[in-house]
């Protein structure tokens, strides 16, 4: 196995929910968010110009910010978060329903090769949560 680090994000966007909504459907707090309509600014509240156009959601659903492959298996946490996620299909589905989108982003950074298998049950769990898999490759 190379050695790699890696993050994973579960990344929101819809048209107009209010993001409290979003905290409270999946019983996880944010790191950051963004409501549609509102004045934008940058994560240390610096105002800029503009309103957002839509609301953005977005959390380490584990607090663990970036983490070593010889500590964690990156297919381990993302079997984490799908479960995570599965017992609120429902709000998942209405979110995109509604014009939102979800994204299960794992950034990885690493100085050599490394490989990642999604299995087929894997691809499966994450389509019908509706939910987008983006690989971001350092």
Not at 87 to 108: A, E, N, W, Y
Request: aromatic share 10%; glycine share 6%.
């Amino acid at each position: 196995m190379q050695n790699y680090t890696f993050k994973i994000l579960i990344r929101i966007w819809h048209p107009t929910i209010d993001p409290k909504i979003i905290s409270d459907s999946l019983n996880i707090e944010p790191n950051r968010t963004c409501t549609s309509g509102e004045q934008r600014s940058t994560p240390k509240g610096t105002l800029l110009d503009g309103v957002y156009s839509e609301t953005y959601w977005y959390t380490d659903p584990y607090n663990r910010g970036e983490c070593a492959s010889t500590d964690y298996l990156v297919e381990d946490l993302i079997e984490e978060t799908v479960s995570l996620l599965e017992p609120h299909i429902s709000f998942m589905h209405k979110l995109i329903d509604d014009g939102g989108r979800i994204h299960l982003q794992v950034s990885t950074y690493g100085d050599r090769n490394y490989a990642i298998e999604l299995s087929p049950s894997m691809l499966q769990r994450l389509s019908s949560l509706k939910i987008s898999y983006l690989q971001d490759v350092y």
